[in-house]
Protein backbone atom coordinates (compact mmCIF):
# COMPACT_ATOMS: atom_id res chain seq x y z
CA UNK A 1 0.00 0.00 0.00
CA UNK A 2 1.02 3.31 -0.90
CA UNK A 3 1.74 6.56 2.04
CA UNK A 4 -0.15 8.84 -0.39
CA UNK A 5 -3.30 7.25 0.32
CA UNK A 6 -3.33 6.37 4.37
CA UNK A 7 -4.75 8.82 6.33
CA UNK A 8 -4.32 8.82 10.10
CA UNK A 9 -1.82 7.54 12.65
CA UNK A 10 -1.52 3.54 13.27
CA UNK A 11 -2.65 2.68 16.78
CA UNK A 12 0.76 0.96 17.19
CA UNK A 13 2.23 4.66 16.38
CA UNK A 14 0.67 7.18 18.51
CA UNK A 15 -0.16 7.32 22.07
CA UNK A 16 -3.63 6.70 23.33
CA UNK A 17 -4.59 8.97 26.16
CA UNK A 18 -6.91 7.72 28.56
CA UNK A 19 -9.27 10.52 28.59
CA UNK A 20 -10.71 12.45 25.95
CA UNK A 21 -13.30 15.18 25.80
CA UNK A 22 -15.28 12.73 23.35
CA UNK A 23 -14.63 9.46 21.52
CA UNK A 24 -16.00 8.73 17.81
CA UNK A 25 -15.95 5.23 16.51
CA UNK A 26 -15.84 5.20 13.08
CA UNK A 27 -13.84 7.75 10.24
CA UNK A 28 -16.29 7.85 7.64
CA UNK A 29 -17.53 11.21 6.33
CA UNK A 30 -20.27 11.23 9.29
CA UNK A 31 -17.79 10.51 11.94
CA UNK A 32 -14.80 13.07 10.61
CA UNK A 33 -17.37 15.83 10.74
CA UNK A 34 -18.37 15.07 13.74
CA UNK A 35 -14.97 15.50 15.27
CA UNK A 36 -14.29 18.57 13.42
CA UNK A 37 -16.91 20.13 14.57
CA UNK A 38 -16.27 19.36 18.67
CA UNK A 39 -12.52 19.74 17.61
CA UNK A 40 -13.35 23.29 16.21
CA UNK A 41 -15.30 24.14 20.10
CA UNK A 42 -12.35 23.22 21.83
CA UNK A 43 -13.12 19.17 22.20
CA UNK A 44 -9.80 17.19 22.48
CA UNK A 45 -11.40 14.19 20.10
CA UNK A 46 -10.38 10.72 19.72
CA UNK A 47 -11.20 8.97 16.27
CA UNK A 48 -10.82 5.25 16.02
CA UNK A 49 -11.20 3.33 12.78
CA UNK A 50 -10.88 -0.31 12.48
CA UNK A 51 -9.46 -0.07 8.49
CA UNK A 52 -6.04 0.70 8.05
CA UNK A 53 -6.74 3.94 6.50
CA UNK A 54 -9.39 6.76 7.73
CA UNK A 55 -12.17 7.84 5.60
CA UNK A 56 -14.81 5.09 4.78
CA UNK A 57 -16.34 5.33 1.23
CA UNK A 58 -14.24 8.31 0.99
CA UNK A 59 -10.54 6.62 0.88
CA UNK A 60 -8.79 5.55 -2.23
CA UNK A 61 -6.87 2.59 -1.90
CA UNK A 62 -3.74 1.43 -4.32
CA UNK A 63 -2.66 -2.01 -5.80
CA UNK A 64 0.34 -2.64 -7.49
CA UNK A 65 0.95 1.07 -8.56
CA UNK A 66 -3.32 1.23 -9.90
CA UNK A 67 -5.26 3.35 -7.47
CA UNK A 68 -8.74 4.13 -7.02
CA UNK A 69 -11.50 5.89 -5.06
CA UNK A 70 -13.83 3.88 -3.21
CA UNK A 71 -17.11 5.35 -2.89
CA UNK A 72 -16.72 9.49 -3.80
CA UNK A 73 -17.66 9.91 -7.52
CA UNK A 74 -18.57 13.47 -7.56
CA UNK A 75 -20.34 15.70 -5.10
CA UNK A 76 -22.86 18.72 -5.44
CA UNK A 77 -23.99 22.08 -4.19
CA UNK A 78 -20.61 23.15 -4.19
CA UNK A 79 -20.78 26.62 -5.66
CA UNK A 80 -20.28 29.68 -3.83
CA UNK A 81 -22.04 29.95 -0.85
CA UNK A 82 -24.04 26.65 -1.56
CA UNK A 83 -24.27 24.85 1.27
CA UNK A 84 -22.16 21.49 0.79
CA UNK A 85 -19.15 24.33 -0.11
CA UNK A 86 -19.80 25.97 3.78
CA UNK A 87 -19.61 22.67 5.35
CA UNK A 88 -16.03 22.01 3.25
CA UNK A 89 -14.90 25.01 4.00
CA UNK A 90 -15.65 25.32 7.32
CA UNK A 91 -14.72 21.66 8.47
CA UNK A 92 -11.45 21.88 6.67
CA UNK A 93 -10.60 25.92 6.73
CA UNK A 94 -10.96 25.88 2.87
CA UNK A 95 -7.83 23.17 2.27
CA UNK A 96 -9.87 20.94 0.46
CA UNK A 97 -10.32 21.70 -3.35
CA UNK A 98 -12.85 21.01 -5.80
CA UNK A 99 -12.66 20.30 -9.36
CA UNK A 100 -15.85 20.63 -11.39
CA UNK A 101 -17.04 17.89 -13.21
CA UNK A 102 -18.09 20.03 -16.60
CA UNK A 103 -21.34 20.07 -18.29
CA UNK A 104 -23.16 16.99 -18.39
CA UNK A 105 -22.54 15.81 -15.39
CA UNK A 106 -24.30 12.40 -15.54
CA UNK A 107 -25.69 10.39 -18.45
CA UNK A 108 -28.31 8.14 -18.48
CA UNK A 109 -28.02 5.11 -21.17
CA UNK A 110 -31.74 3.43 -21.14
CA UNK A 111 -32.54 0.71 -23.17
CA UNK A 112 -28.85 1.93 -25.47
CA UNK A 113 -30.71 5.78 -25.99
CA UNK A 114 -28.77 8.03 -23.98
CA UNK A 115 -30.14 11.45 -21.99
CA UNK A 116 -27.46 13.87 -20.78
CA UNK A 117 -27.92 15.28 -17.42
CA UNK A 118 -26.96 19.27 -18.23
CA UNK A 119 -26.39 21.34 -15.53
CA UNK A 120 -29.13 24.03 -14.45
CA UNK A 121 -32.77 23.79 -13.64
CA UNK A 122 -33.36 25.66 -16.93
CA UNK A 123 -31.22 23.59 -19.39
CA UNK A 124 -32.27 20.37 -17.95
CA UNK A 125 -36.08 21.38 -18.21
CA UNK A 126 -35.19 22.48 -21.91
CA UNK A 127 -33.34 19.26 -23.12
CA UNK A 128 -36.29 17.15 -21.40
CA UNK A 129 -38.88 19.05 -22.99
CA UNK A 130 -37.39 19.27 -26.71
CA UNK A 131 -36.95 15.12 -26.62
CA UNK A 132 -40.57 14.97 -25.71
CA UNK A 133 -42.19 17.48 -26.73
CA UNK A 134 -45.72 16.23 -26.07
CA UNK A 135 -45.15 15.86 -22.52
CA UNK A 136 -44.24 19.58 -22.15
CA UNK A 137 -46.87 19.99 -19.54
CA UNK A 138 -46.04 17.04 -17.56
CA UNK A 139 -42.01 18.30 -17.06
CA UNK A 140 -42.53 21.30 -15.97
CA UNK A 141 -44.91 20.09 -13.23
CA UNK A 142 -42.32 18.11 -12.70
CA UNK A 143 -39.41 20.55 -12.03
CA UNK A 144 -42.20 22.83 -10.24
CA UNK A 145 -42.63 20.27 -7.65
CA UNK A 146 -38.73 19.21 -7.28
CA UNK A 147 -38.36 23.21 -6.34
CA UNK A 148 -40.84 22.81 -3.67
CA UNK A 149 -39.33 19.71 -1.87
CA UNK A 150 -35.91 22.04 -1.49
CA UNK A 151 -36.89 22.22 2.05
CA UNK A 152 -37.64 18.82 2.58
CA UNK A 153 -34.31 17.31 3.83
CA UNK A 154 -33.77 20.43 6.24
CA UNK A 155 -37.18 19.57 7.92
CA UNK A 156 -36.61 15.99 8.01
CA UNK A 157 -33.00 16.59 9.45
CA UNK A 158 -34.43 19.38 12.33
CA UNK A 159 -36.98 16.87 12.88
CA UNK A 160 -33.94 14.40 14.14
CA UNK A 161 -32.95 17.10 16.65
CA UNK A 162 -34.13 17.36 20.23
CA UNK A 163 -35.62 20.09 22.63
CA UNK A 164 -39.31 21.32 22.72
CA UNK A 165 -38.18 24.17 20.69
CA UNK A 166 -36.21 22.77 17.53
CA UNK A 167 -39.28 20.10 17.36
CA UNK A 168 -41.78 22.59 17.28
CA UNK A 169 -40.01 24.39 14.86
CA UNK A 170 -39.69 21.21 13.04
CA UNK A 171 -43.22 20.63 12.98
CA UNK A 172 -44.06 23.94 11.90
CA UNK A 173 -41.20 23.93 8.90
CA UNK A 174 -42.55 20.23 7.78
CA UNK A 175 -46.29 21.99 7.61
CA UNK A 176 -45.15 24.50 5.92
CA UNK A 177 -42.13 23.48 3.25
CA UNK A 178 -43.15 19.53 2.63
CA UNK A 179 -45.63 18.99 0.24
CA UNK A 180 -47.80 15.67 0.17
CA UNK A 181 -46.09 14.35 -3.09
CA UNK A 182 -42.91 14.40 -1.03
CA UNK A 183 -43.25 11.27 1.08
CA UNK A 184 -45.09 9.17 -1.74
CA UNK A 185 -43.82 6.66 -4.22
CA UNK A 186 -41.20 8.17 -6.49
CA UNK A 187 -42.69 6.07 -9.17
CA UNK A 188 -46.06 6.82 -8.51
CA UNK A 189 -45.59 10.81 -8.33
CA UNK A 190 -43.70 10.57 -11.59
CA UNK A 191 -46.35 8.70 -13.28
CA UNK A 192 -49.00 11.19 -12.49
CA UNK A 193 -47.41 13.57 -13.86
CA UNK A 194 -45.97 12.12 -17.49
CA UNK A 195 -47.39 9.41 -19.69
CA UNK A 196 -44.28 8.33 -21.76
CA UNK A 197 -42.62 5.45 -20.55
CA UNK A 198 -39.12 6.59 -21.86
CA UNK A 199 -39.02 10.05 -20.26
CA UNK A 200 -40.34 8.38 -16.86
CA UNK A 201 -37.72 5.86 -17.12
CA UNK A 202 -35.14 8.72 -17.92
CA UNK A 203 -36.65 10.80 -14.68
CA UNK A 204 -36.03 7.89 -12.66
CA UNK A 205 -32.88 6.35 -13.88
CA UNK A 206 -30.95 8.41 -11.40
CA UNK A 207 -32.63 8.03 -8.25
CA UNK A 208 -32.50 3.71 -8.45
CA UNK A 209 -29.04 3.78 -9.17
CA UNK A 210 -27.83 6.30 -7.25
CA UNK A 211 -29.88 5.87 -4.17
CA UNK A 212 -29.94 1.81 -4.61
CA UNK A 213 -33.49 0.85 -4.59
CA UNK A 214 -36.80 0.69 -6.36
CA UNK A 215 -38.55 3.93 -7.02
CA UNK A 216 -41.26 2.36 -6.18
CA UNK A 217 -40.09 2.73 -2.52
CA UNK A 218 -37.94 5.20 -2.71
CA UNK A 219 -40.12 8.43 -1.49
CA UNK A 220 -39.99 11.28 -4.20
CA UNK A 221 -38.33 14.12 -2.19
CA UNK A 222 -35.20 12.19 -2.53
CA UNK A 223 -35.66 12.49 -6.50
CA UNK A 224 -35.75 15.86 -5.73
CA UNK A 225 -32.67 16.25 -3.64
CA UNK A 226 -30.80 14.60 -6.52
CA UNK A 227 -31.99 17.02 -9.07
CA UNK A 228 -31.39 19.69 -6.57
CA UNK A 229 -27.96 18.75 -5.39
CA UNK A 230 -26.47 18.65 -8.87
CA UNK A 231 -28.92 21.88 -9.99
CA UNK A 232 -25.06 24.16 -10.16
CA UNK A 233 -23.04 21.13 -10.97
CA UNK A 234 -21.08 18.39 -9.56
CA UNK A 235 -17.27 18.59 -8.39
CA UNK A 236 -14.75 16.00 -7.80
CA UNK A 237 -11.93 16.71 -4.65
CA UNK A 238 -8.63 17.53 -5.75
CA UNK A 239 -6.26 14.91 -5.07
CA UNK A 240 -8.64 12.29 -5.01
CA UNK A 241 -11.16 11.56 -2.69
CA UNK A 242 -8.45 11.00 0.07
CA UNK A 243 -7.51 14.19 0.17
CA UNK A 244 -11.48 14.68 2.14
CA UNK A 245 -10.19 12.83 5.36
CA UNK A 246 -6.69 14.22 4.81
CA UNK A 247 -8.32 18.11 5.24
CA UNK A 248 -10.15 16.93 8.26
CA UNK A 249 -7.27 15.86 10.21
CA UNK A 250 -5.57 19.44 11.01
CA UNK A 251 -8.47 20.88 12.84
CA UNK A 252 -8.64 17.19 15.10
CA UNK A 253 -4.60 17.35 15.99
CA UNK A 254 -4.85 21.29 16.38
CA UNK A 255 -7.18 20.47 19.37
CA UNK A 256 -5.26 18.09 20.82
CA UNK A 257 -7.12 14.81 19.55
CA UNK A 258 -6.17 12.27 16.69
CA UNK A 259 -7.47 9.90 14.58
CA UNK A 260 -6.51 6.28 14.79
CA UNK A 261 -6.34 3.77 12.03
CA UNK A 262 -6.27 -0.15 12.83
CA UNK A 263 -7.84 0.27 15.75
CA UNK A 264 -11.21 -1.30 16.25
CA UNK A 265 -13.86 -1.14 19.12
CA UNK A 266 -14.41 -3.81 20.99
CA UNK A 267 -17.59 -2.11 22.93
CA UNK A 268 -18.93 0.88 23.90
CA UNK A 269 -19.04 0.85 28.28
CA UNK A 270 -21.41 2.60 30.14
CA UNK A 271 -22.35 3.03 33.74
CA UNK A 272 -25.94 2.37 33.96
CA UNK A 273 -27.99 4.47 31.23
CA UNK A 274 -25.01 6.46 30.66
CA UNK A 275 -21.72 6.06 27.79
CA UNK A 276 -18.20 6.36 30.07
CA UNK A 277 -16.13 5.82 27.35
CA UNK A 278 -14.93 2.72 25.12
CA UNK A 279 -12.87 -0.45 24.93
CA UNK A 280 -10.64 -1.36 21.83
CA UNK A 281 -9.67 -4.32 20.28
CA UNK A 282 -6.52 -4.49 22.60
CA UNK A 283 -7.76 -3.89 25.83
CA UNK A 284 -7.25 -0.38 25.62
CA UNK A 285 -9.85 1.75 27.86
CA UNK A 286 -10.34 4.77 26.49
CA UNK A 287 -12.98 7.12 29.09
CA UNK A 288 -14.95 9.93 27.51
CA UNK A 289 -18.32 11.47 28.41
CA UNK A 290 -19.45 11.85 24.44
CA UNK A 291 -19.19 8.86 22.70
CA UNK A 292 -20.11 9.04 18.94
CA UNK A 293 -20.90 6.54 16.85
CA UNK A 294 -20.10 6.77 13.44
CA UNK A 295 -19.99 2.91 12.20
CA UNK A 296 -23.64 2.20 11.59
CA UNK A 297 -26.72 1.58 13.16
CA UNK A 298 -26.39 -1.52 13.35
CA UNK A 299 -22.92 -1.76 14.60
CA UNK A 300 -23.12 0.67 17.29
CA UNK A 301 -26.54 -0.85 18.92
CA UNK A 302 -26.51 -4.28 18.14
CA UNK A 303 -22.82 -5.26 18.67
CA UNK A 304 -20.93 -2.36 20.90
CA UNK A 305 -23.23 -1.78 23.05
CA UNK A 306 -23.45 -4.80 25.97
CA UNK A 307 -26.06 -7.23 26.48
CA UNK A 308 -29.54 -7.31 24.15
CA UNK A 309 -31.56 -4.14 24.17
CA UNK A 310 -34.56 -4.34 26.43
CA UNK A 311 -38.19 -4.94 25.13
CA UNK A 312 -39.39 -2.60 22.99
CA UNK A 313 -36.33 -0.79 22.86
CA UNK A 314 -34.88 -1.83 19.80
CA UNK A 315 -34.37 1.17 17.06
CA UNK A 316 -33.62 -0.81 14.21
CA UNK A 317 -36.93 -3.19 14.49
CA UNK A 318 -38.38 -3.51 10.63
CA UNK A 319 -35.90 -1.59 9.10
CA UNK A 320 -34.66 -2.78 5.96
CA UNK A 321 -30.84 -2.91 5.24
CA UNK A 322 -29.88 -1.38 1.62
CA UNK A 323 -28.82 -3.94 -1.10
CA UNK A 324 -25.00 -4.86 -1.45
CA UNK A 325 -23.51 -3.93 -4.50
CA UNK A 326 -20.07 -5.42 -6.06
CA UNK A 327 -17.69 -2.73 -7.26
CA UNK A 328 -15.00 -4.04 -10.18
CA UNK A 329 -11.57 -2.02 -10.04
CA UNK A 330 -9.65 -1.89 -13.54
CA UNK A 331 -7.01 -0.71 -14.31
CA UNK A 332 -6.37 0.55 -18.27
CA UNK A 333 -3.15 1.21 -19.99
CA UNK A 334 -3.81 4.63 -21.55
CA UNK A 335 -4.35 8.05 -20.57
CA UNK A 336 -8.52 8.98 -20.47
CA UNK A 337 -8.34 10.94 -23.08
CA UNK A 338 -7.08 8.52 -25.18
CA UNK A 339 -9.30 5.68 -24.21
CA UNK A 340 -12.69 8.11 -24.40
CA UNK A 341 -13.17 7.83 -20.65
CA UNK A 342 -15.81 10.59 -19.63
CA UNK A 343 -15.74 12.83 -16.43
CA UNK A 344 -19.09 12.54 -16.27
CA UNK A 345 -20.53 9.18 -14.82
CA UNK A 346 -22.62 6.67 -17.22
CA UNK A 347 -25.44 5.16 -15.62
CA UNK A 348 -26.95 1.89 -17.63
CA UNK A 349 -30.30 0.62 -17.64
CA UNK A 350 -31.94 -2.30 -20.33
CA UNK A 351 -34.88 -0.49 -20.21
CA UNK A 352 -36.03 -0.74 -16.72
CA UNK A 353 -34.39 0.92 -13.73
CA UNK A 354 -36.56 -1.23 -11.22
CA UNK A 355 -36.94 -4.51 -12.77
CA UNK A 356 -33.64 -5.73 -10.20
CA UNK A 357 -34.91 -3.83 -7.15
CA UNK A 358 -38.31 -5.22 -7.76
CA UNK A 359 -36.95 -8.57 -7.91
CA UNK A 360 -38.07 -9.26 -11.74
CA UNK A 361 -34.74 -8.52 -13.03
CA UNK A 362 -31.77 -10.82 -13.03
CA UNK A 363 -29.09 -11.07 -10.68
CA UNK A 364 -27.78 -7.58 -11.17
CA UNK A 365 -29.01 -4.02 -11.52
CA UNK A 366 -27.82 -1.35 -13.76
CA UNK A 367 -24.37 -0.03 -13.91
CA UNK A 368 -23.01 3.19 -12.45
CA UNK A 369 -19.45 3.90 -13.87
CA UNK A 370 -16.85 6.51 -12.90
CA UNK A 371 -13.39 7.23 -14.03
CA UNK A 372 -11.44 9.28 -11.76
CA UNK A 373 -8.98 9.40 -13.56
CA UNK A 374 -10.53 11.51 -15.91
CA UNK A 375 -12.08 14.04 -13.48
CA UNK A 376 -9.15 15.02 -11.15
CA UNK A 377 -6.93 17.78 -12.44
CA UNK A 378 -3.57 16.28 -10.96
CA UNK A 379 -4.00 12.85 -12.27
CA UNK A 380 -2.40 12.53 -15.62
CA UNK A 381 0.73 14.08 -13.66
CA UNK A 382 0.62 11.61 -11.10
CA UNK A 383 -0.13 8.76 -13.03
CA UNK A 384 0.67 9.11 -16.92
CA UNK A 385 -0.52 6.71 -19.59
CA UNK A 386 -2.31 5.09 -16.91
CA UNK A 387 -6.33 5.28 -16.03
CA UNK A 388 -8.55 3.72 -13.81
CA UNK A 389 -12.44 3.21 -13.49
CA UNK A 390 -15.12 1.49 -11.12
CA UNK A 391 -17.88 0.03 -12.47
CA UNK A 392 -20.66 -0.15 -9.88
CA UNK A 393 -23.76 -2.91 -9.70
CA UNK A 394 -25.81 -3.74 -6.62
CA UNK A 395 -26.95 -8.20 -6.72
CA UNK A 396 -29.73 -9.43 -4.23
CA UNK A 397 -28.23 -10.32 -0.61
CA UNK A 398 -29.16 -14.05 -1.02
CA UNK A 399 -26.63 -14.31 -4.35
CA UNK A 400 -23.42 -13.94 -1.59
CA UNK A 401 -25.28 -15.48 1.14
CA UNK A 402 -23.53 -18.76 1.19
CA UNK A 403 -20.11 -17.38 1.40
CA UNK A 404 -21.00 -15.19 4.70
CA UNK A 405 -18.50 -16.40 7.87
CA UNK A 406 -15.26 -17.00 5.42
CA UNK A 407 -12.18 -15.04 5.70
CA UNK A 408 -10.42 -13.07 3.00
CA UNK A 409 -8.26 -16.05 2.48
CA UNK A 410 -10.52 -18.82 2.94
CA UNK A 411 -12.85 -18.21 0.35
CA UNK A 412 -15.20 -21.26 -1.54
CA UNK A 413 -13.87 -22.09 -4.86
CA UNK A 414 -17.78 -21.47 -5.64
CA UNK A 415 -17.19 -17.95 -4.29
CA UNK A 416 -14.09 -17.31 -6.66
CA UNK A 417 -16.10 -18.91 -9.78
CA UNK A 418 -18.33 -16.51 -9.22
CA UNK A 419 -16.99 -13.30 -8.73
CA UNK A 420 -14.77 -14.67 -12.08
CA UNK A 421 -18.49 -14.87 -13.69
CA UNK A 422 -19.41 -11.71 -12.54
CA UNK A 423 -16.23 -9.58 -13.74
CA UNK A 424 -16.23 -11.00 -17.07
CA UNK A 425 -20.06 -10.30 -16.91
CA UNK A 426 -18.89 -6.44 -15.95
CA UNK A 427 -16.18 -6.04 -18.47
CA UNK A 428 -18.19 -7.23 -21.27
CA UNK A 429 -20.35 -4.75 -20.83
CA UNK A 430 -17.67 -2.08 -20.02
CA UNK A 431 -16.68 -2.74 -23.57
CA UNK A 432 -19.62 -2.36 -25.14
CA UNK A 433 -20.39 1.12 -23.76
CA UNK A 434 -16.91 2.43 -23.72
CA UNK A 435 -15.47 0.44 -27.02
CA UNK A 436 -11.79 2.42 -26.45
CA UNK A 437 -11.10 0.16 -23.10
CA UNK A 438 -11.19 -3.35 -25.28
CA UNK A 439 -7.51 -4.88 -25.33
CA UNK A 440 -6.68 -2.01 -22.56
CA UNK A 441 -7.26 -3.40 -19.18
CA UNK A 442 -4.22 -4.29 -17.37
CA UNK A 443 -5.60 -5.15 -13.74
CA UNK A 444 -9.26 -5.45 -12.22
CA UNK A 445 -10.05 -6.89 -9.08
CA UNK A 446 -13.84 -7.58 -7.87
CA UNK A 447 -15.36 -6.14 -4.62
CA UNK A 448 -18.33 -8.20 -3.36
CA UNK A 449 -20.60 -7.63 -0.34
CA UNK A 450 -18.26 -9.58 1.82
CA UNK A 451 -14.83 -7.80 1.13
CA UNK A 452 -17.60 -4.49 2.29
CA UNK A 453 -18.85 -6.57 5.17
CA UNK A 454 -15.13 -6.99 6.42
CA UNK A 455 -13.95 -3.64 5.64
CA UNK A 456 -16.59 -1.51 6.62
CA UNK A 457 -18.56 -4.24 9.35
CA UNK A 458 -22.19 -3.11 8.02
CA UNK A 459 -24.16 -6.31 8.12
CA UNK A 460 -24.69 -8.05 4.61
CA UNK A 461 -22.20 -5.36 3.01
CA UNK A 462 -24.76 -2.63 1.50
CA UNK A 463 -23.77 0.53 0.02
CA UNK A 464 -25.94 2.94 2.58
CA UNK A 465 -26.87 0.89 5.45
CA UNK A 466 -30.09 0.79 6.42
CA UNK A 467 -32.93 1.26 3.02
CA UNK A 468 -34.00 5.42 3.02
CA UNK A 469 -37.49 3.76 1.89
CA UNK A 470 -40.93 5.53 2.07
CA UNK A 471 -41.42 3.25 5.58
CA UNK A 472 -38.32 4.90 6.86
CA UNK A 473 -39.64 8.48 6.51
CA UNK A 474 -43.35 7.84 7.33
CA UNK A 475 -46.04 8.71 5.12
CA UNK A 476 -46.66 12.45 6.67
CA UNK A 477 -49.28 11.29 8.86
CA UNK A 478 -47.63 8.84 10.81
CA UNK A 479 -43.84 9.00 11.81
CA UNK A 480 -41.56 6.15 9.97
CA UNK A 481 -39.14 3.82 11.76
CA UNK A 482 -36.42 5.93 10.95
CA UNK A 483 -36.89 8.45 13.22
CA UNK A 484 -36.42 6.50 16.31
CA UNK A 485 -32.62 6.83 14.95
CA UNK A 486 -32.19 9.90 16.20
CA UNK A 487 -28.68 11.17 17.31
CA UNK A 488 -29.32 11.68 20.44
CA UNK A 489 -29.70 7.97 21.82
CA UNK A 490 -31.33 6.35 25.03
CA UNK A 491 -28.37 6.37 26.42
CA UNK A 492 -26.73 9.83 27.69
CA UNK A 493 -23.45 10.71 26.37
CA UNK A 494 -23.95 8.26 23.00
CA UNK A 495 -24.89 9.96 20.13
CA UNK A 496 -25.65 8.36 16.53
CA UNK A 497 -23.43 9.87 13.29
CA UNK A 498 -23.81 9.55 9.55
CA UNK A 499 -25.98 8.32 6.83
CA UNK A 500 -28.03 5.98 9.14
CA UNK A 501 -29.02 9.43 10.94
CA UNK A 502 -30.76 10.93 7.94
CA UNK A 503 -30.07 9.74 4.23
CA UNK A 504 -27.23 8.03 2.17
CA UNK A 505 -24.33 9.41 0.22
CA UNK A 506 -21.65 12.34 1.52
CA UNK A 507 -24.48 14.82 1.92
CA UNK A 508 -26.36 12.67 4.23
CA UNK A 509 -22.95 11.38 5.79
CA UNK A 510 -22.19 14.84 6.80
CA UNK A 511 -25.56 15.93 7.52
CA UNK A 512 -25.87 13.44 10.20
CA UNK A 513 -22.27 14.37 11.07
CA UNK A 514 -23.76 17.78 11.80
CA UNK A 515 -26.79 16.83 13.94
CA UNK A 516 -24.43 14.23 15.91
CA UNK A 517 -22.24 17.09 16.97
CA UNK A 518 -25.24 19.40 17.35
CA UNK A 519 -26.57 17.39 20.15
CA UNK A 520 -23.64 16.49 21.84
CA UNK A 521 -22.21 20.43 22.45
CA UNK A 522 -24.02 22.62 24.99
CA UNK A 523 -25.94 25.64 24.24
CA UNK A 524 -22.39 27.72 23.54
CA UNK A 525 -21.00 25.06 21.31
CA UNK A 526 -24.20 24.92 19.51
CA UNK A 527 -23.73 28.48 18.90
CA UNK A 528 -20.44 28.98 17.84
CA UNK A 529 -20.86 25.35 15.65
CA UNK A 530 -23.86 26.94 12.99
CA UNK A 531 -22.41 31.01 13.49
CA UNK A 532 -18.99 29.47 12.35
CA UNK A 533 -20.55 27.60 9.31
CA UNK A 534 -22.88 30.78 8.78
CA UNK A 535 -19.86 32.81 8.51
CA UNK A 536 -18.36 30.02 5.70
CA UNK A 537 -21.71 30.63 3.79
CA UNK A 538 -21.75 33.91 3.73
CA UNK A 539 -18.04 34.92 3.08
CA UNK A 540 -16.34 31.97 1.60
CA UNK A 541 -12.57 31.70 2.64
CA UNK A 542 -9.77 32.62 0.13
CA UNK A 543 -8.27 28.84 -1.09
CA UNK A 544 -5.23 27.92 -0.02
CA UNK A 545 -2.54 25.21 -1.35
CA UNK A 546 -3.93 21.65 -0.19
CA UNK A 547 -1.89 20.33 2.84
CA UNK A 548 0.93 17.42 1.80
CA UNK A 549 -0.16 13.64 1.71
CA UNK A 550 1.75 12.54 4.18
CA UNK A 551 -0.06 11.69 7.29
Known sequence: MSRGVLVGRPLAAGRVADAYDAVVVGSGAGGLTT????????????????????????????????????GIHYVGQLGPR?????????????????????????????????????????????????????????????????????????????????????????RLLRAAAVPAEALRPAREVVAELVRDERLRQAVLAQSALLLADSTARLPFFLLAVLFDHFRTGAWYPVGGSAAIARAMLEPIRAAGGEVFVRAPVARIERDGTRATGV??????????????????????????????????????????????????????????????????????????????????????????????CAKGPTWTARHPGRSTGEILAYVHPELFAPFHGSGPRHRDPAYLALKADLTAELLGRLHRHLPRTRGRVAHHELGTPLTTEHFTRWPGGSLYGLAKDVAAFGDG???????????????????????????????????????????????PGRARLWTGLLKHAVRPPAPRPSPPPGT
Open 477 to 523: HRPGLADRLRPRTGIRGLYLSGRDCLAGGFLGAVTGGLLAAHEALDR
Open 279 to 372: VLADGTRVRAPVVVGAAGAHRTHRTLLPGPPAAGTDRLEGMRRGFPFVVLFVGLDGDPEELGLPRHNPMVTDGDRDAFFDGTGGRTSGLFLSFS
Open 82 to 170: EPVRAVSDYLTGGALRWAPVGDPYDEYRVADEAYRAPVGFTAHRAALIARFPAEWAGIEALFRLIGRCRAVLPALALGRLSGPVVRRSA
Open 35 to 70: AVCLARQGRRVAVFEQHYTAGGYTHAYRRRGWEWDV
